[in-house]
């Protein structure tokens, strides 16, 4: 059964900084697409970043380039999100997806359906 495990989220003032860690168990991430989602209150999901591949190519959206830096470590089978200068519109529940097993899980296409997530961590940035 493949887990992922989410850590890392927290309560921060704007302009803080936060590292999310998607950790996977009974599974190796390898070079698999990672995608990191968010879901704030009210708003629709998002897709935030996205590594892939031997290189680690990475994707962003818009709202967070420049801001988010999404890498991984082979020896810890995890992935990181490290998020700078963090705003009140950062705020929501953070999710890290990949999948499915297989040549079709090394896709970062927006489109993209991935198989396995967790159950996500909480950033809450205030004032």
């Known amino acids: 059964q493949v887990q992922l495990v989410e850590s890392g989220g927290g309560l921060v003032q704007p302009g803080g900084s936060l590292r999310l860690s998607c950790a996977a168990v009974q599974f190796a991430l390898d070079w698999y697409a990672v995608a990191w989602f968010r879901q704030a209150a009210g708003k629709e999901r998002e897709r935030v970043a996205c590594?892939?591949?031997?290189?680690?190519?990475?994707y962003y959206a818009d709202s967070v380039k420049g801001r988010f830096t999404v890498s991984r470590d082979y020896k810890k089978n995890t992935v990181y999100l490290q998020m700078v200068n963090l705003q009140p519109e950062d705020t929501a529940i953070y999710y890290c997806?990949?999948?499915?097993?297989?040549?079709?899980?090394?896709?970062?296409?927006?489109?993209?359906?991935?198989?396995?997530w967790g159950q996500g961590t909480q950033v809450t940035v205030f004032s």
């Open positions: 590594i892939v591949g031997r290189d680690s190519e990475s």
């Open positions: 997806e990949t999948g499915p097993i297989g040549y079709r899980g090394y896709d970062c296409a927006p489109d993209h359906k991935y198989d396995f």
